[in-house]
Nanobody, 121 residues
């Protein structure tokens, strides 16, 4: 199995910053794209940011210019630096990774349990 464990959520005031991190472990042959998704109460899970194995990045329009995704390929970790946070950023943030457990194994999507981010005065 592949396990993803997130850390770094919490409560922050509007305009503040938080840094989320996610570490992948387990039976990993190769990790491809990694990313962050979020789900607010009563809403569907939405893409926040992605980063490919060659470090190309993509962002949701709502976070462009405020969030930065980064990755350490050697350590199988991904981070999300969140600046200028807004109340509408409040959600559970989930780490995602596309990975193979072996050279002939299927490429599957794996998810972390999530970490709560609350932006409130």
């Amino acid at each position: 199995q592949v396990q993803l464990v997130e850390a770094g959520g919490g409560l922050v005031q509007p305009g503040g910053s938080l840094r989320l991190s996610c570490a992948a472990s387990g039976s990993i042959f190769r990790i491809y794209t990694m990313g962050w998704y979020r789900q607010a109460p009563g809403k569907q899970r939405e893409l926040v940011a992605t980063i490919t194995s060659d470090l190309s990045t993509g962002y949701a329009d709502s976070v462009k210019g405020r969030f930065t995704i980064s990755r350490d390929r050697a350590k199988n970790t991904v981070a999300l630096q969140m600046n200028s946070l807004k109340p509408e950023d409040t959600a559970v943030y989930h780490c995602n990774a596309e990975a193979r457990r072996g050279p002939l194994a299927d490429k599957l999507a794996y998810w972390g349990q999530g970490t709560q981010v609350t932006v409130s005065p």
